[in-house]
């Protein structure tokens, strides 16, 4: 696509809830990415790794003028909040304005958006092709009809829906994020509790985010598949040996870990097989982390990746009662569960392993069935291989079948109401489908906690029981 003329674009990532720190924001940086291949002009607001207050976002929005042609916000669910105030805000002093909102909020409730934000257009889906288009669109004022994968108001006021937009086939010509557009320095600089698997305590910098791959295959139900699909796509192997090139050339100093933000880093083993022997024949000595599934794990498999540098893996584990697994259609077996999990442990891999509290049928027993599972994986020996465990409530995010499903039954009531919660599930309990009232519910969360706590413990003690008794003896 030529450019007749660059579009002057400002592309703005809201303030994270507290869980996820600050990382490079992938989705953003592809959309800068493929904005300025074409041509067009752009600024980054990171306000999440910037951290400015409101006011000073407004000092800013004031002092914009008429700067930009079009201002792009990619959003998550929890960001509801501060989109309904920044774009009410930059309308208010630059009506004239056109804001674009996509990310998972925008692909997950484009109607409703519509119809609640003071915004222009919802962009459905992948957004690199879309934004692009849509530039080149408002530049020229062509048909707007004619961009697919997009919501807007035609003259009439009334909400156009142009047809989805297809996909990436593959994800070969995605450019590299432009880095020097973003503040890297924060990036690195911040720290990361439980991500740095080489921290004695916990915390960690110097991680830089990556991605290979798009698309997950399985069908849990409290997973968002509106934007990625559920047919995974990777770039080629040697882009991503290319981007982790130039990124220890600009940045090597500072970065310490690669954290792949991948669904499911290793469904293709063929494709991580050729990545992890490229990353040996090259001599990269960097170290890795991805996020992996049980049923995907082989000890040879494992091997490589940790010879090629991978120094932690990350599960999504949810649960140790089958009950709850069924209910949450992970597809997974207990017992594959923990073998998986040996075998990362055997292969000398630490692990960081996700659980979710609250799913309806959540009780006392599939508690107990949880720390049973735990106290079944860990041992005195493997106990510094376990690097985090993080416990959540289980969400009914926008764009998941669980959000459907809830909504149907009208537990949802008022969606406005609901996102301004911000879908902290972290430290809130959103919408409580348990069964059990939230003191309850809360009370169930904090035994699982409390009880792997006491099970890391003991084990740690048994371990340096034993170090004491090998080294009198």
Not at 121 to 139: C, K, N, P, R, S
Not at 261 to 274: G, L, N, P
Not at 422 to 443: F, K, M, V
């Amino acid at each position: 696509m030529e450019v007749n003329a660059p579009v002057r674009i400002l592309l703005i990532y809201p303030p994270s809830i507290e869980l996820y720190h600050t990382f490079l924001p992938l989705g953003l940086a592809y959309l800068a990415g493929s904005l300025l291949k074409q041509g067009h002009e752009v600024t980054v607001w990171d306000i999440n790794a910037e951290k400015w207050s409101k006011r000073e976002v407004m000092e800013r929005v004031r002092n914009s003028g008429g700067s930009y042609d079009l201002v792009g916000i990619s959003a998550l669910a929890a960001d509801y909040p501060y989109v309904e105030w920044i774009s009410s805000a930059f309308k208010r002093i630059h009506p004239h304005t056109p804001i674009i909102l996509g990310g998972h909020l925008a692909s997950a409730l484009p109607d409703f958006l519509m119809e609640t934000l003071r915004v222009d257009f919802i962009a459905v889906g992948e957004g690199e092709e879309t934004v692009v288009e849509l530039a080149q669109t408002l530049a020229d004022g062509s048909d707007l009809s004619q961009v697919n994968g997009i919501y807007f108001r035609n003259e009439s006021g009334d909400v156009v829906e142009t047809p989805p937009r297809e996909r990436l086939r593959n994800l070969e010509g995605l450019p590299f994020p432009p880095w020097e557009y973003f503040p890297m320095e924060s990036y690195f600089e911040d720290p990361h509790p439980g991500l740095h698997a080489h921290s004695d305590e916990g915390e960690g910098a110097g991680i830089v985010s990556i991605m290979a791959s798009r698309g997950c295959p399985f069908d849990c139900i409290y997973c968002d598949h509106t934007i990625k699909g559920y047919s995974p796509r990777y770039r080629p192997v040697g882009s991503v040996i290319e981007e982790i090139r130039l990124l220890l050339e600009r940045y090597g100093d500072k970065i310490e870990e690669f954290y792949f933000w991948d669904d499911i880093f290793i469904w293709d083993r063929r494709w991580v097989r050729r990545f992890c022997e490229e990353l040996i024949k090259e001599g990269f000595s960097i170290k890795w982390t991805c996020n992996c599934h049980v049923n995907l794990v082989r000890p040879r498999l494992m091997a490589l990746m940790k010879e090629a540098g991978c120094v932690n893996v990350r599960f999504g584990i949810e649960s140790g009662s089958q009950k709850i697994l069924d209910s949450l259609n992970k597809g997974v077996r207990v017992e594959k569960a923990l073998d998986a999990l040996r075998v990362c442990l055997d292969t000398g891999l630490t692990l960081t392993i996700y659980i979710m509290v609250g799913m309806t049928g959540e009780s006392l027993e599939t508690i107990n069935e949880t720390m049973d599972f735990f106290r079944r994986l860990i041992t005195p020996s493997r106990v510094y291989q376990i690097k985090k465990i993080h416990f959540f409530m289980l969400t009914p995010y926008p764009g998941t079948r669980l959000y459907k499903k809830v909504l149907g039954e009208g537990l949802v009531g008022d969606v406005s109401q609901f996102l301004q919660r911000r879908c902290d599930a972290y430290y809130d309990i959103p919408l409580n489908i348990s069964g059990h009232t939230d003191q309850e519910l809360l009370r169930l969360k904090n035994k699982l906690e409390d009880g792997i706590a006491l099970i890391l413990e003991e084990e740690t003690n048994l371990f340096h029981k034993l170090l004491l008794e090998m080294k009198g003896g």
